[in-house]
């Protein structure tokens, strides 16, 4: 069954330096999501991708954070000056169209800022 | 935009005996409404899924159940066992929107008692 892998499974960095988690959705999807767990919390919506570009972003994601689908099969979400408050468990998903259909979840990149 | 709403934070059942978890959301024009299981440390799985032209929908032993007048919808799981503890969301987005991002409910921890 495809699936949605994401690079790394965890990722520590230290406050302020920049961080790029990667994913490669499944292969006939074409809207890509990012989402964000903090420990014990909601999943909260991100951003989504559609068409080489953004379709929607949530509040969380200001300036400190974009996106990019840098070729064919990989999309990334790039996090500039980390804060002790992003650490999180960032997950990507892909669906094969928009809103209604199911989103299947990559495995998550646990990010650990210090 | 939109809000969900779930309960309880915390089930605790007997094995064997159903668990019933309750959403609800606030923008009328949400359609789609997928629940999802996540177990510790993974991603999240979708479950089952409702949309807005059925009022019921089942899968073996969980169900769900959408009251659009109310706007609120539930998940029912019957006979339950030992692996169904897990955590479990609801989610509501606007299907055909141009891939709106999933708004999740806050999550109920189920935990099945043998």
């Known amino acids: 069954e495809p699936e949605v892998t994401q690079t790394p499974s965890h990722q520590v960095t230290q406050m302020g330096q920049e961080v790029i988690l990667r994913c490669v959705p499944i292969?006939?999807?074409?809207?890509f999501y990012w989402y964000r767990q903090i420990l014990g919390q909601k999943v909260e919506f991100l951003v989504s991708?559609?068409?080489?570009?953004?379709?929607?972003k949530s509040e969380i994601f200001d300036d400190q954070f974009s996106v990019e689908r840098p070729d064919g099969s990989n999309f990334t979400l790039k996090i500039r000056s980390t804060k002790l408050e992003d650490s999180a468990m960032y997950f990507c998903?892909?669906?094969?169209?928009?809103?209604?259909?199911?989103?299947?979840f990559g495995q998550g990149t646990r990010l650990t800022v210090v | 935009g939109e809000n969900v709403e779930q309960h309880p934070s915390t089930l605790s059942v007997q094995e064997g005996d159903s668990a019933v978890i309750k959403c609800t959301y606030s923008?009328?024009?949400?359609?789609?409404f997928p629940w999802y299981k996540q177990e510790l440390g993974k991603r999240p799985q979708l479950i089952i899924d409702?949309?807005?032209?059925?009022g019921e929908k089942k899968d073996q032993r969980i169900a769900v159940t959408l009251n659009k007048t109310a706007k609120h919808f539930s998940l029912h799981i019957t006979e339950t066992q030992p692996e169904d503890s897990a955590v479990y969301f609801c989610?509501?987005?606007?299907?055909?929107?141009?891939?709106?991002?999933?708004?999740f409910g806050k999550g109920t921890h189920l935990i099945i008692q043998p």
């Open positions: 998903a892909s669906s094969a169209w928009d809103g209604g259909t199911e989103a299947f």
């Open positions: 292969s006939n999807h074409l809207y």
């Open positions: 991708f559609y068409n080489n570009e953004i379709s929607e």
């Open positions: 923008d009328s024009a949400s359609n789609y």
């Open positions: 409702i949309r807005s032209n059925v």
């Open positions: 989610a509501a987005s606007i299907e055909g929107g141009g891939a709106d991002g999933l708004t």
